[in-house]
């Protein structure tokens, strides 16, 4: 009897894989973790960004390729362009004859030379291109594009196109429109929520076969079970004081800055408090500048140490405004954690505010500490959430994630063919 053939899927992440790297492309590599044992007629091929071109089996399922970038977005930092690494490239000629030989191709943006380079494949070798939403870029470029402009003194030239010709949002405008444009060309798309929603984009770009993309977590590491690790003695912490914890990359973009601040304003508020910053160092020396005193950061950490972290703070502390659905938050809630957060990042991840976090829905610096300084007098609120989290949080695992979500997307793909 002949063997029947997998399916083969290139999944295409046009950012570095690296141990810093952020949310994106995390969800591929835990994506990657939980189906090494599944038995499926898919073989995937994830591709991402790398200093070198080398491919890698991750197991029976699954090969990591990482491609060279042709333009590598680094060579913006002098202008002040921190985000993580692309390829600026129209084009990447050895990704275009890799990727003749699938069934069908998956971006996972929808700007950058991977995928415009999978829309090129598509259209001429007739390969169903299916695509999800992962980042808010739209907004990211806002933001990049006014901090170069203020550097324009000259005449106020940057204050007259921010203000005046609203630059930044017009460009931000034409991103999010890039988005549907590529939408509209997929055979379906994985999104998220608010602008993004399914029904908002099935509206716009006409596409029907559009659904939401949902993260899981590791249930094996992010649960509610005892920690028996004393982190205040592991980290040198004071008995005495509250723990405030924050994962994700240590930027301005994701609230490093207002939480440096709020942590400075509690302090002199004589509220005993000690906060730790877990992840990508960008903007860590301008944290401790802000605020020297019981204000650790703590670098790269294994999911397990991230784990330890949330099950033993008082409160998980994300003030991220641009988010497409935060892992972290997820995994703090996983974990018991009191996850206090803004509407437009973190609380994304709150099903029931004030019942199983708090979202504060002003980037203010006064009512962040005020409600913080609430929640630590009122010890009460605190154990009242972690009590509703222990009964009601219900995620899935990436092997759900995989199995129910992204699985049909592929399969019904390959049925109209």
């Known amino acids: 009897m002949k063997k029947k053939k997998k399916i083969r899927v290139a999944v295409l992440v046009d950012l570095f894989l690296n141990q810093q790297a952020g ?3 995390k969800y591929w590599q835990r994506i990657s973790e939980s189906i090494s044992f599944l038995k499926i007629d898919y073989h995937l091929t994830i591709f991402f960004l790398g ?18 970038p042709v333009v590598s977005s680094g060579i913006l930092k002098f202008i002040g362009i921190d985000a993580d690494i692309t390829d600026l490239s129209p084009i990447n000629l050895r990704l275009f004859f890799l990727l003749k030989k699938f069934n069908i191709i998956h971006t996972t943006d929808q700007f950058f030379s991977m995928s415009r380079t999978a829309k090129l494949v598509s259209k001429i070798f007739k390969i169903p291109l299916t695509t999800s939403i992962h980042t ?11 901090k170069i402009l203020k550097k324009l003194t ?47 984009l099935k509206k716009i770009t006409g596409n029907k076969n559009i659904t939401k993309l949902n993260r899981g977590i590791n249930k094996n590491i992010f649960n509610q079970k005892q920690n ?16 405030i914890f924050f994962s994700g990359r240590i930027h301005e973009l994701k609230g490093a800055l207002l939480l440096a601040n709020i942590h400075k304003s509690l302090i002199k508020k004589k509220i005993n408090i000690t906060t730790l910053m877990a992840g990508d160092d960008i903007h860590g020396d301008l944290c401790k500048k802000i605020a020297p005193t019981k204000l650790k950061l703590l670098g790269y950490l294994s999911q397990s140490e991230l784990a330890d972290l949330y099950k033993s703070c008082d409160l998980f502390v994300f003030p991220s405004k641009f988010e497409i659905g935060p892992n972290v938050v997820l995994e703090a ?11 437009g990042g973190g609380g994304k991840r709150i099903e029931y505010p004030n019942a ?3 979202i504060i829905n002003k980037w203010d610096l006064n009512l962040w500490v ?48």
């Open 23 to 25: 949310g994106h492309v």
């Open 51 to 68: 200093f070198k071109n080398e491919k890698s089996k991750i197991n029976r399922n699954i090969n990591f390729v990482t491609i060279k």
């Open 136 to 146: 808010d870029t739209p907004p990211y470029a806002r933001y990049y594009i006014e």
């Open 154 to 200: 000259l005449f106020k030239l940057g204050k007259f196109l921010i203000q005046k010709k609203r630059i930044p949002e017009i460009y931000e405008k034409k991103m999010f429109n890039k988005v549907c444009d590529y939408i509209k060309f997929t055979s379906s798309a994985m999104v998220a929520d608010k602008i993004y929603s399914p029904t908002n």
């Open 228 to 243: 028996k690790k004393n982190i205040y003695k592991k980290y040198g912490i004071s008995e005495n004081d509250n723990l």
């Open 333 to 343: 809630k996983a974990c018991g954690a009191v996850c206090v957060v803004s509407p």
């Open 356 to 358: 199983d976090g708090i």
């Open 370 to 417: 005020k409600t913080i300084e609430n929640l630590f007098k009122n010890q009460s609120k605190i154990i009242k959430i972690k009590n509703f989290l222990r009964k009601h949080n219900r995620v899935n695992s990436w092997e759900e994630i995989f199995i129910n979500e992204i699985l049909p997307h592929w399969i019904n793909i390959e049925k109209k063919k």
